[in-house]
């Protein structure tokens, strides 16, 4: 278990990756090289890449992002990187977001308005 020093500092690292993910601009055509090296740069803070990330069952990355000390709120943000990312061709991560929106439902014992909207926005995809 981390202290309470190293969880903020783990916290802001986290939050800070995921904001850069979040800011990736992705429209329905192939990713170019550089935004391919700008995805897997922050990807691999988690120990992810493109090729992992879609080789991944969802339970291994839910495990996996677990283990990397993020909270449900930055489980949801990754969640919705997922659903951005499922923009690009070849790329569809709907139901990885999908089963981590339900995985925040359900383990935060907590009934989210938001995180519900989104459920129901991934299973229509």
Known sequence: MLNKGLRDDEAI?????LKTLRSLDFVPQPLTD???????????????NIETLVEYQNEELITLLVRCHLDFNQLEQF????????????????????????YIQQESKVFSFGINAKIASAKNK
């Open 79 to 102: 969640a919705d990187f997922l659903m951005q990312f499922s923009i690009v061709e070849n790329y569809n991560f709907e139901n990885k977001a999908l089963v981590l929106y339900q």
């Open 34 to 48: 550089d935004e391919k090296f700008d995805i897997e740069n922050q990807l691999k803070e988690f120990g992810l």
């Open 13 to 17: 690292r986290i939050d800070n990756v």
